[in-house]
């Protein structure tokens, strides 16, 4: 078995496992609250059955004499023709035995049901001693008139009843669609787990791939590096005052935070020229958000914030590029890179100019062929920069805020 494949694996058994205890402990749950109504109703007829053949068959001055004067077949053929009412009473006689010393014993006999009763005569002051009458009631045809659905006769497992008819919970009957319950939730369980893991999986090798990247981007261009840690804050602050959440969010963060990862690409005396670049150097340096694009693409994680990156250097009025997109045909979230990677870069420090103060900023930008509402809405709410806390999961995408 492929290791990746290992734990979700063992996980949906484990799920698979904890649902089928789950299903079980319910059913053991309902069946223990259905055994105590079960018993009840089960010793309810039980002691109707028993106080029935005593006062009905055994409790009268007939039979007494009967027996007394050992007119034993006379008696078993009244007892019998007695019972014969008494639909449940599968055999009735009068047999030697000690009587019980109440009106009547209950015995377990495998699974049929003794009633042992005394005979006495019709006021119960004379007593047959040495002889009872018996009634045998099989156990399972009791059950049947209570509950034949919910619990079976179990001689090995049962649970006792008050008059010791041992009785299992019935789960045959529930079986096919506890088996389709337990199949669907696992179902959704595994699908869940599974792309839960790979989505995890992924998002793991593309932001350790990422990371190697910056890494290198950080060691080669120390400005930019940093220039992009800020940018991306800045982003995330503005996204967030615009009312992005989640995944939007996030896209904004991480699309701000490689924006000018293609500069990679860019010969390293290009990018530190202390003063303007020339022409051809100028051309070169136009690459680089096709070079970010080309470089998101490859990750499948976050091929879809290629376009973002592709065009943070186009401008509202067609002046920008790498295409000279207009207004509405640039996409929001490289608007709002846009506004803040020229407002980070006009107050950061570069080789060949002083930073300016935020005031200034703004009002350089004021001129600028940029998105002059995202611009307002970034001067409105600068005063909050200072308390501005990211959200956790901005940590995991940049290495370098862990050991600032
Ligand atoms: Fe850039």
Redesign the pocket.
């Given at each position: 078995m492929k290791r990746k494949l290992f734990v979700p694996i063992t996980i949906t058994l484990a799920s698979l496992l904890l649902i089928g205890l789950l299903i079980y402990s319910i059913q053991r749950h309902i069946a223990g609250r259905n055994f105590e109504s079960v018993n009840d109703a089960l010793s309810s007829i039980i002691e109707i059955q028993a106080y029935a053949f005593y006062n009905g068959c055994l409790s009268n001055n007939q039979t007494y004499n009967l027996v007394i004067q050992g007119e034993f077949a006379e008696a078993n053929a009244l007892v019998q023709k007695a019972t014969d009412s008494f639909s449940l009473i599968d055999l009735a006689e009068i047999v030697e035995g000690k009587p019980p010393s109440d009106s009547f014993d209950i015995i377990m006999d495998g699974e049929l049901l003794r009633i042992e009763c005394p005979i006495r005569n019709d006021d119960k002051t004379a007593i047959v001693p040495n002889m009872i009458g018996v009634a045998i009631i099989q156990a399972q045809r009791l059950l049947n008139t209570v509950s034949a659905k919910d619990f079976r006769i179990d001689l090995a497992h049962g649970r006792k009843t008050t008059y010791g008819i041992p009785i299992s919970a019935n789960f045959t009957g529930n079986r096919l669609w506890d088996s389709i319950i337990i199949a669907l939730l696992t179902g959704f369980v595994a699908i869940f787990i599974f792309q839960h893991f790979y989505r995890n999986a992924n998002t793991f090798l593309d932001t350790r791939g990422l990371e190697s990247i910056i890494y290198l981007f950080e060691q080669t261009e120390r400005i930019?590096a940093s220039h992009s840690r800020n940018v991306a804050m800045l982003a995330l602050f503005v996204g967030k005052n615009l009312g992005f959440r989640g995944k939007r969010l996030k896209d904004l963060y991480i699309a701000a935070l490689l924006?000018?990862i293609?500069?990679i690409g860019i010969p390293n005396n290009i990018l530190t020229k202390n003063g303007k670049l020339d022409p051809c150097e100028f051309v070169q340096m136009r690459q680089?958000?096709a070079i970010?694009a080309r470089i998101l693409r490859s990750f499948k994680e976050f091929e879809r914030l290629s376009p973002i990156?592709l065009y943070?250097?186009e401008r509202e009025d067609g002046s920008g590029y790498p295409e000279g997109l207009t207004g509405r045909d640039i996409p929001f979230e490289s608007k709002i890179?846009a506004v803040v990677?020229v407002f980070e870069a006009l107050i950061g420090e570069r080789p060949y100019r002083d930073p300016i103060c935020p005031l200034s900023a703004f009002q350089k930008m004021r001129s600028m062929p940029l998105d002059q509402k995202i611009v307002s809405l970034l001067m409105d709410h600068y005063g909050e920069l200072d308390g501005f806390r990211p959200p956790r999961w901005a940590l995991s995408y940049s290495p370098w805020m862990l050991t600032s």
């Amino acid at each position: 078995m492929k290791r990746k494949l290992f734990v979700p694996i063992t996980i949906t058994l484990a799920s698979l496992l904890l649902i089928g205890l789950l299903i079980y402990s319910i059913q053991r749950h309902i069946a223990g609250r259905n055994f105590e109504s079960v018993n009840d109703a089960l010793s309810s007829i039980i002691e109707i059955q028993a106080y029935a053949f005593y006062n009905g068959c055994l409790s009268n001055n007939q039979t007494y004499n009967l027996v007394i004067q050992g007119e034993f077949a006379e008696a078993n053929a009244l007892v019998q023709k007695a019972t014969d009412s008494f639909s449940l009473i599968d055999l009735a006689e009068i047999v030697e035995g000690k009587p019980p010393s109440d009106s009547f014993d209950i015995i377990m006999d495998g699974e049929l049901l003794r009633i042992e009763c005394p005979i006495r005569n019709d006021d119960k002051t004379a007593i047959v001693p040495n002889m009872i009458g018996v009634a045998i009631i099989q156990a399972q045809r009791l059950l049947n008139t209570v509950s034949a659905k919910d619990f079976r006769i179990d001689l090995a497992h049962g649970r006792k009843t008050t008059y010791g008819i041992p009785i299992s919970a019935n789960f045959t009957g529930n079986r096919l669609w506890d088996s389709i319950i337990i199949a669907l939730l696992t179902g959704f369980v595994a699908i869940f787990i599974f792309q839960h893991f790979y989505r995890n999986a992924n998002t793991f090798l593309d932001t350790r791939g990422l990371e190697s990247i910056i890494y290198l981007f950080e060691q080669t261009e120390r400005i930019s590096a940093s220039h992009s840690r800020n940018v991306a804050m800045l982003a995330l602050f503005v996204g967030k005052n615009l009312g992005f959440r989640g995944k939007r969010l996030k896209d904004l963060y991480i699309a701000a935070l490689l924006h000018d990862i293609g500069k990679i690409g860019i010969p390293n005396n290009i990018l530190t020229k202390n003063g303007k670049l020339d022409p051809c150097e100028f051309v070169q340096m136009r690459q680089h958000p096709a070079i970010s694009a080309r470089i998101l693409r490859s990750f499948k994680e976050f091929e879809r914030l290629s376009p973002i990156v592709l065009y943070h250097h186009e401008r509202e009025d067609g002046s920008g590029y790498p295409e000279g997109l207009t207004g509405r045909d640039i996409p929001f979230e490289s608007k709002i890179i846009a506004v803040v990677d020229v407002f980070e870069a006009l107050i950061g420090e570069r080789p060949y100019r002083d930073p300016i103060c935020p005031l200034s900023a703004f009002q350089k930008m004021r001129s600028m062929p940029l998105d002059q509402k995202i611009v307002s809405l970034l001067m409105d709410h600068y005063g909050e920069l200072d308390g501005f806390r990211p959200p956790r999961w901005a940590l995991s995408y940049s290495p370098w805020m862990l050991t600032s």
